[in-house]
């Protein structure tokens, strides 16, 4: 079990920056990976960046060049720095965990996510 708690959004105009951090309750340097979704309004949740326990990354496509995630396993920390923030950036942001829990099985872990508001 692991609880995952966010902080950082906001309300922001477009051009602005934000950084979005998520603290783990425990060691995150076992995870398999920890990442960012996020969810607007009548719309699926998303992938929005993740980071293996290699330090891999991988973005949408939609946030390449603008958005950095970073792991800090001293801290516990996952942040999301976003730059050049749009409108369609506005949603609720959810940080995720991949944990194995057996030898075979892993499992999500979701935060309680935070809104991120982007005015134009």
């Known amino acids: 079990q692991v609880q995952l708690v966010e902080s950082g959004g906001g309300l922001v105009q477009a051009g602005g920056s934000l950084r979005l951090s998520c603290a783990a309750s425990?060691?995150?340097?076992?995870?398999?990976?920890m990442g960012w979704y996020r969810q607007a309004p009548g719309k699926q949740r998303e992938l929005v960046a993740a980071i293996t326990s290699g330090g891999n990354t991988n973005y949408a496509d939609a946030v390449k060049g603008r958005f950095t995630i970073s792991r800090d396993n001293a801290k516990n920390t996952v942040l999301l720095q976003m730059n050049s923030l749009r409108p369609g950036d506005t949603a609720v942001y959810y940080c995720?965990?991949?944990?194995?829990?057996?030898?075979?099985?892993?499992?999500?872990?979701w935060g309680q996510g935070t809104q991120v508001t982007v005015s134009s």
């Open positions: 995720n965990a991949k944990i194995m829990v057996t030898t075979h099985i892993q499992s999500d872990y």
């Open positions: 425990r060691s995150i340097f076992s995870f398999n990976a």
